[in-house]
């Protein structure tokens, strides 16, 4: 999966708080 950067976009940048909070739920519901 791409990181986020500061310096990107704001469509790229809610794209990616997106996955990484998707991510955070995926770990939560295994753990």
């Known amino acids: ?3 986020t ?3 990107t976009p704001m ?3 809610a ?3 997106i996955q ?3 991510l955070e739920v ?3 519901g295994r753990g």
């Open 11 to 13: 469509s790229l940048s």
């Open 15 to 17: 794209a990616g708080f």
């Open 5 to 7: 950067t500061p310096t």
């Open 20 to 22: 990484a909070l998707a």
């Open 26 to 28: 995926t770990v939560i």
């Open 1 to 3: 999966m791409p990181t």
